[in-house]
């Protein structure tokens, strides 16, 4: 397991397994309000130019690579075998855990239609799992009061892990404004809610292989993903490229190492003896 700061992010590069079994390991401990990011090149896009953001990936327990370019970046960064956290498979690994620990989970997010296809679909597959809260909040800010009913809720529910569903950025920003108030395991799941409700169609998996389902994706929802694939995907790729420069100048010398020899002076005069006067001289590095 390694963690590398991606544009100011701390990013941890493990697998999907790995990521399940320190999720269930949180949720066996009495939680305290943790939760996890699956950030694809969109979260680090915006979080590059949105300071709040940042902040809110930077305080996540954990932030793991979801998106191609994400693992590619890793691996010019000096990571090897990268593999890329796919929320939605992520979420199938972490449940199928939850039923062999019996840890009780959650989920909050997506239209009530889909939230009942997903916890259908949930409980036909894994039949012993129990599921002990379940609710869509309305498409709107929640009221204090109505929020500290939810927070009291999920609590008393006993569920150790809760899947958030409510896309980017906003679960983001709500799990981090309920860490420490929930105790539970928090994870942005974003569109695996639909994707496992049978909603919406996933990219096939050699697309995803590819680094391609951006476009499989942007085809299907183009007016709402168009400004995270044609937007934020480019920036992300400049922005990479800019770490990956400052980084290689800050390891390669900008000056010629003569603290060893010496540079005859052409004002100095020889010397009596009819040697050479040599002058000492020390390099120096220009800032980035």
Known sequence: MIKRDLLGVPVTALGPEEAADRILAWAANAPTGRYVCFSPADHLARAHRQPAFA???????LVVPDGMGVVWALGLLGCRQVQRVYGPDATLLVLAAAE????PVGFYGAAPETLARLAAAVRARFPGLRIAYAWSPPFRPLTAEEDEAVTR???????????VGLGTPKQEYWMAAHRGRIHAVMLGVGAAFDFLAGTKRQAPRWMMRAGLEWLFRFCTEPRRLWRRYLINNPRF???VAGQLLRSRRRRTPTTNDVSDRGIVLPEEKPAASGMVRIRDSTGFRLPL
């Open 237 to 239: 790729v400049l922005l």
């Open 153 to 163: 809720a999920v609590n008393a529910s006993g569920a150790r892990i809760l899947f």
């Open 55 to 61: 902040q809110v990936l930077r305080r996540a327990d």
């Open 100 to 103: 062999r620990a019996a840890v």
